[in-house]
Nanobody, 112 residues
Framework: QVQLVESGGGLVQPGGSLRLSCTAS????????MRWYRQAPGKERELVAA???????NYLDSVKGRFTISRDNAKNRMYLQMNSLQPEDTAVYYC??????WGQGTQVTVSS
């Protein structure tokens, strides 16, 4: 049974940082491409960052230079380091496995 569990969300002031984690189980994690999506209220879900099994990364233009996606195959874990957060980054962030599995989401709120 595939399971994805996110953690690390919260409330942060503009300019602050957060690190999201996604822990996977029930899969051979090291061979899977993974992604982070986000969905803000009233908006469609959008792809934020992706990392392939060979560690190739891609980012949404608006987060380039601020967010970093990474993975630790020994821990079956993916991360999203988010720096210089802005109010427009406020959203529920989801972990996604390209086989079609979603995590439950973690709320990120950027506000003073």
């Amino acid at each position: 049974q595939v399971q994805l569990v996110e953690s690390g969300g919260g409330l942060v002031q503009p300019g602050g940082s957060l690190r999201l984690s996604c822990t996977a189980s029930g899969i051979i994690f090291s061979v899977k491409a993974m992604r982070w999506y986000r969905q803000a209220p009233g908006k469609e879900r959008e792809l934020v960052a992706a990392i392939s099994a060979s560690f190739i990364t891609n980012y949404l233009d608006s987060v380039k230079g601020r967010f970093t996606i990474s993975r630790d195959n020994a821990k079956n874990r993916m991360y999203l380091q988010m720096n210089s957060l802005q109010p427009e980054d406020t959203a529920v962030y989801y972990c996604y496995l390209v086989d079609g599995y979603w995590g439950q989401g973690t709320q990120v709120t950027v506000s003073s």
